[in-house]
């Protein structure tokens, strides 16, 4: 049984993309099964995992739409699989963004996803769901396919404020179409501990949601920025560089985190 995860934040910039790649990446490292699905129509978490979203003939469009099935749709990269971290990818691009207004009118528009998935359950430890900066129809299908969500932030002054959305959008999915929803946990990126208000505001984090912040922190780190330019997650761009050593740490505590709940 995959474990379905969904990395939402309706904030852009946070780190959402990055974490879903290099979880991806570092559950792979870890002998896990993993399927990176892209639920964002700029198609990063494709490119980042070294599949070029223009030459994608299927993709996470055509499996909303209910034309193909994630086995016909899925992609792996071969970069990925040189550098020993690979993951399939259920790739996006642009033409996703029209998935939103052809959706509308469907019958169980926000299940599709779900559904797709339920037919390969058996074939993955991990699905990852990198999700649009909204909490818009895209984003539902992720949460409503997912048993939990992981939250990137930045430990900043607004971060907290945009959580409340975030927190009762999930309580809605939770009680109206998805009671396995939870958040699992919230996920400390981009973090320069020299900077003594990012240490302030991880405290109270801490303070305020106890265990449902991950241990695990990712520091700010060149190297996990240079990475998708090279079409590659951090692990298999630098697996020296501690952007990289921090998510097969992060991948680590995931998977201590689930065997804990069977
Ligand atoms: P989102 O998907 O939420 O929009 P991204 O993952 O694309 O956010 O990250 C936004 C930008 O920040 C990107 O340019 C990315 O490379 C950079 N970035 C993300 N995490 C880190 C990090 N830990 N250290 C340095 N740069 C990062
Ligand atoms: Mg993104």
Same mark, same amino acid.
């Given at each position: 049984m995959a474990k379905i995860f969904c990395v939402a934040?309706? @904030?852009? =910039? #946070? =780190?959402k993309t990055t974490t879903t790649v290099n979880l991806a990446a570092g559950l792979a490292k870890l002998g896990q099964r993993v399927l990176m699905v892209d639920l964002? $129509?700029?198609g990063n978490a494709t490119m980042g995992s070294g599949i070029d979203k223009r030459e994608l003939e299927l993709s996470v469009y055509d499996v909303l739409l209910e034309s193909a099935s994630i086995e016909e749709a899925r992609v792996t990269s071969q970069k990925l699989l040189d550098a020993g971290c690979s993951f399939d990818v259920l790739g996006a691009n642009r *033409? %996703? &963004? =029209?998935a939103e207004v052809e959706l #509308? =009118? %469907? *019958?169980r528009r926000e299940k599709r996803l779900r559904a797709a998935l339920a037919e390969v359950? &058996?074939?993955?430890?991990f699905v990852l769901v990198d999700c649009p900066p909204s909490l818009s129809l895209l984003t539902l299908n992720g949460l409503c396919a997912a048993h939990g969500v992981i939250v990137p932030m930045q430990c900043e002054y607004f971060a907290l404020e945009g959580l409340t959305d975030l927190v009762n959008t999930i309580k809605r999915v939770h009680a109206n %179409?998805? $009671?396995? %929803? @939870?958040?699992i946990g919230l996920l400390r990126v981009?973090?320069? $501990?020299?900077?003594t208000l990012q240490q302030q505001v991880s405290e109270q984090l801490k303070d305020h949601f106890g265990d449902k912040v991950f241990d695990t922190v990712i520091p700010r780190n060149v190297r996990l920025a240079e990475a998708p330019s090279y079409g590659l997650p951090g692990l298999a761009f630098d697996a020296s560089s501690k952007g990289a050593q921090a998510f097969v740490a992060f991948a680590q505590e995931m998977v201590d985190r689930i065997q804990r709940w069977s």
């Open positions: 934040n309706q @904030k852009g =910039g #946070v =780190g964002d $129509p700029q *033409e %996703l &963004a =029209g #509308v =009118g %469907l *019958e359950d &058996a074939q993955y430890d %179409l998805n $009671p396995d %929803l @939870k958040i981009m973090f320069d $501990p020299r900077i």
